[in-house]
């Protein structure tokens, strides 16, 4: 069993930044891929970042590159979302995951956080 604790979320003005934090336990991470998703009011949860536990290779959604950078480090088992340039479309609840695959991290992985909230004000 994998166990996901999100933090870091807030209020902030449009164009300001935050850092979400999501730290793991319960299972060897070395095999495993980890992202974020978001969901916004009265729409449906979507795929934002994911990172490659091993190696660290990095994936984004098109609406957030450039802006938003996910990491990870490993001796915390913790991953970090470091998001720049907000915009009010970005407000949403925001979800860690995990899953070792990478194709159903991005679509329905295995494992989820209980969620923290992201608004971004005008």
């Known amino acids: 069993q994998v166990q996901l604790v999100e933090s870091g979320g807030g209020l902030v003005q449009a164009g300001g930044s935050l850092r979400l934090s999501c730290a793991a336990s319960?299972?060897?991470?070395?095999?495993?891929?980890m992202g974020w998703f978001r969901q916004a009011p009265g729409k449906e949860r979507e795929f934002v970042a994911a990172?490659?536990?091993?190696?660290?290779?990095?994936y984004y959604a098109d609406s957030v590159k450039g802006r938003f950078t996910i990491s990870r480090v490993n001796a915390k088992i913790t991953m970090y979302l470091q998001m720049n340039s907000l915009k009010v479309e970005d407000t949403a609840v925001y979800y860690c995951?995990?899953?070792?695959?990478?194709?159903?991290?991005?679509?329905?992985?295995?494992?989820w956080g209980q969620g923290t909230q992201v608004t971004v004000s005008s």
């Open positions: 995951a995990a899953d070792d695959s990478l194709t159903r991290l991005v679509r329905t992985p295995d494992y």
């Open positions: 319960g299972r060897t991470f070395s095999r495993y891929y």
């Open positions: 990172v490659s536990w091993i190696g660290g290779s990095t």
